[in-house]
């Protein structure tokens, strides 16, 4: 029997400190959190960073490593701010020794990186030793080497390898959200396909149970399966509300690809035991000969500026888009013209909030509005550009008439200037896997005894 | 006809990833759901994305009363071209579907 704790969803979504204290004292083998995914977008993994606050997470895992300290097990983070990039790695063990000081306590600290030197994905790419995945988009060597942070996913064997070491924290960089969960379980020989299982319904924390904000759950490992138990006031879990939780972001409910196989839940059964637990059997492990990790990149691909405008005239706000596209027109044209920018060197597009921002041309719905705000943004190969652009459309976007014919108008400008830098475009560059014939090949572990 | 989420009890979108949208219809009661998986076809919900029917994954889950389908994402998260960054709009297109 394996007991993992599970503050919340994610480190810097907070958690309930009463139902952590209750997990604490049901002696747990282990604490486990996950740092982050894919899902804020492209720009963290680009860069490198957390999309949270370093003073809520200093806030949180101080918390944490309390909560550690008084259980006596390891605590474990994976993705690692956000993005689970070395660089963020590295930001998750500064936050961590700064509280090792502050709480004066000694610590074994073991560092997993799982950050990938684009040149070495570049030459396993030639070597025909990375397959793509479902909708993946084009990649070539060069793509690949102008990637700013290239992350492959570890498994419960690299999580495995980082626990042996006795370390009371693991600061991971990019895993599974599984493996942080799973990895204990497995090493002592729990049952595989509930291992996994258990690890997907406890991944997002309180959200497989009712009062999902909560955060704090417990999953019992055994020779069979698991129980799930949320650990707040007034959270419970049913098995209507642990299944449902195999559709949260999950492309198939059913079967859910790791490293090293995939997990199977089709003929998984779930069972209420008490008015808050329920407990799921029947989940399958089918292992693969073939060891993968999954492959995350993101590169940049320009600058972008953005500028908001408002319309209330009623006038034009009912001929918003015929003044939109009149305007994307002919400032496209000037921009071609006077910055010698080819058409397919930048965009420039208005965005309608309030009449079709959501969706384009694929709204079906259409009312008359109060008021529309227009978002321009515009990407360029560099910044000095893409603030140009929005220099040339400012005129536009304050003056535009929709005929020669009516008198200039003058709509709604925010905030001066109107537009505004947004930094670079970065773009996912990866839906790939990469063979490996050693899981440890392509990540990094680090040892270090502080205090 | 009746719209989609008058119907339902939830009409939920979301990223499966960076590349894959997942729509998740909570139908609450058997006969909803009955309703909807006779209903509703894999060929509508293409047309709402313009997307190639092929390309949809659709599964009926009786237990739980979902019908659910994934489908490559409209525009890559968070390429110059995508509109929402979590996915989670799409889930008002669908609902307001007549079935």
């Known amino acids: 029997m394996v007991k993992v704790l599970v503050p919340s969803g994610a480190l810097g979504l907070n958690y309930d400190q009463e139902a952590l204290t209750r997990g604490i004292a049901a002696g747990p083998d282990i604490i ?16 490198g960073v957390s999309k949270y606050a370093r003073s809520s997470t200093k806030i949180e895992w101080a918390g944490l490593m309390q909560a550690r300290a008084e259980a006596g097990v390891p605590l474990v983070i994976g993705t690692a701010g956000t993005c689970g990039a070395d660089s963020a790695v590295d930001w998750m063990l500064d936050i961590t020794r700064e509280i090792a000081a502050e709480q004066a306590r000694p610590l074994r600290i073991a560092v997993l990186r799982s950050g990938q030197d684009p040149e070495f994905i570049a030459s396993e790419w030639e070597a025909n030793r990375i397959t793509p995945l479902g909708n993946a988009p084009e990649i070539d060597a060069d793509l690949l080497r102008s990637c700013t942070n290239i992350v492959a996913l570890a498994g419960a064997e690299q999580i495995a390898a980082a626990l042996e070491t006795g370390a009371d924290i693991i600061i991971a960089g990019r895993t599974t959200d599984t493996a942080i969960l799973a990895a204990l379980p497995l090493m002592r020989g729990c049952h595989a396909g509930g291992a996994w299982h258990g690890a997907k319904i406890g991944e997002c924390g309180a959200l497989c149970a009712t009062n999902p904000q909560s955060g704090v759950i417990m999953i019992d490992f055994d020779d069979a399966g698991f129980t799930v138990t949320p650990l707040a006031d007034g959270a419970h879990a049913s098995p209507h509300t642990v299944s449902a939780h195999m559709l949260y972001e999950n492309s198939d409910p059913f079967i859910l690809y790791e490293p090293g196989g995939h997990l199977d839940v089709t003929d998984a059964e779930y069972t209420s035991i008490d008015a808050r637990s329920v407990r799921v059997t029947g989940s399958e492990w089918v292992p693969t000969d073939d060891y993968t990790v999954k492959l995350e990149g993101a590169r940049a691909v320009g600058y972008r500026s953005v500028a908001i405008a408002l319309l209330r005239d009623r006038h034009y706000v009912q001929n918003a888009p015929a003044w939109a596209d ?7 044209a000037k921009v071609m013209e006077r910055m010698g920018l080819s058409a397919d060197a930048f965009t420039l597009e208005l965005r309608l909030i309030g009449h079709s921002a959501s969706f384009g041309k694929l709204e079906k719905r259409t009312a008359d509005p109060v008021e529309i705000g227009v978002v321009a943004i515009i990407t360029a190969p560099t910044e000095a550009q893409a603030g140009e652009i929005g220099k ?19 709509f709604a400008f925010l905030f001066s200037p109107p537009e505004m830098a947004h930094g670079v475009v970065y773009e996912f560059a990866l839906n790939h896997v990469l063979h490996l014939d050693d899981p440890m090949r392509a990540f990094r572990l680090e040892v270090m005894d502080i205090g | 006809m009746a719209e989609l989420r008058s119907l339902v009890t939830k009409v939920r979108s979301k990223n499966a990833g960076p590349f894959w949208l ?20 894999v060929s509508q919900i293409a047309a709402v994305f313009e997307a190639d029917t092929q390309t949809v994954k ?4 009786e237990n739980l009363h979902v019908v659910k389908f994934s489908l490559p994402r409209p525009a890559v998260q968070g390429a110059v071209e995508d509109r929402d960054m979590h996915g989670a709009s799409w889930a008002a297109l669908i609902g307001e579907l007549d079935i």
């Open chain 1, 326 to 332: 009149d305007i994307v027109a002919k400032c496209s």
């Open chain 1, 392 to 410: 040339m459309l400012n005129p536009y976007l304050l003056h535009h008439p929709l005929t020669q014919e009516e008198e200039q108008p003058t």
């Open chain 2, 22 to 41: 997942t729509i998740d219809i909570f139908c609450g009661s058997a006969e909803s759901f009955a309703r909807v998986r006779d209903g509703l076809s």
């Open chain 2, 58 to 61: 659709r599964f009926d889950i």
């Open chain 1, 32 to 47: 486990a959190i996950d740092g982050g995914s894919t899902d804020s977008g492209p720009s963290y993994l680009g860069r």
